[in-house]
């Protein structure tokens, strides 16, 4: 596509339910970010995937997180036993260049845990 | 940590020209510097890039000074639909191309 794309773009569920997140990235884009964003806050880095490496996976911020990338192209973020605290904006960014800091955002999928 | 520190918001009104500083003092001698702009429930879109000196695109001007520990993102007479959050950005090189933002300028313009 022409850009990034994340589905759903709104989920609400219930605290302890799990839920997935999709983002598909621009056609080539060999490095794939996500982040985090709360209500009124900054982004907050949750994993970084680059080609066939070993994700970065250091921004997760427990073990209910974790995130998958099928070679270059869609990644799914999964959030086990969602807590309210986990209600946010997540973000999918992907890059042709490795570390340059040249992103393509998608428009994020906004979650509310009830 | 991300590596960047910029004001956490400023104020201007339509018309004026609005220059934003970023230090980012222990940049990489092969870090880029971007800029990216965030609108209310928007992921951030890219500004502007830059390495050194000038850089000048439709949207906006970038300056580094020699020393390349800050830079100043230029808007020229902003209007209302500039008030957005604008994002400095520094790569982490030495940590495998993990991307850090800092908190962000919120940019409010007045008519």
């Known amino acids: 596509g022409a850009g990034v794309s994340q589905s759903p773009s709104n989920k609400v569920t219930e605290k302890g339910k799990d839920v997935e997140l999709r983002c598909d990235p621009i056609?080539?884009?060999?490095?794939l970010y996500w982040y985090r964003q709360r209500l009124g806050q900054g982004l907050e880095f949750l994993i970084y995937?680059?080609?066939?490496?070993?994700?970065?996976k250091s921004g997760l911020p427990s073990d209910r997180f974790s995130a998958e990338r099928t070679g270059e192209s869609v990644s799914t973020l999964t959030i086990q036993r969602t807590q309210q605290e986990d209600s946010a904006v997540y973000l999918c960014?992907?890059?042709?260049?490795?570390?340059?800091?040249?992103?393509?955002f998608g428009e994020g999928s906004r979650l509310t845990v009830l | 940590l991300a590596k960047t520190t910029q004001p956490i918001s400023m104020d201007s009104y339509e018309g004026q020209e609005v220059n934003i500083t970023c230090s980012h003092n222990?940049?990489?001698?092969?870090?880029?510097i971007t800029w990216y702009q965030q609108f209310p429930s928007q992921g951030p879109r890219f500004i502007i890039q830059?390495?050194?000196t000038k850089v000048t695109n439709e949207v906006a001007s970038l300056f580094i000074p020699a020393d390349r520990k800050s830079s100043t993102l230029s808007l020229p007479r902003v209007s209302l639909s500039d008030t957005a959050v604008y994002y400095c950005?520094?790569?982490?090189?030495?940590?495998?191309?993990?991307?850090?933002f800092g908190q962000g300028t919120e940019l409010s313009v007045k008519p």
């Open positions: 960014a992907s890059s042709g260049r490795q570390g340059a800091g040249e992103l393509f």
């Open positions: 056609s080539g884009h060999t490095a």
């Open positions: 995937f680059q080609g066939n490496s070993a994700p970065d």
């Open positions: 222990n940049i990489a001698t092969n870090d880029y």
């Open positions: 830059g390495y050194k």
């Open positions: 950005l520094v790569p982490t090189t030495n940590q495998g191309g993990k991307l850090i």
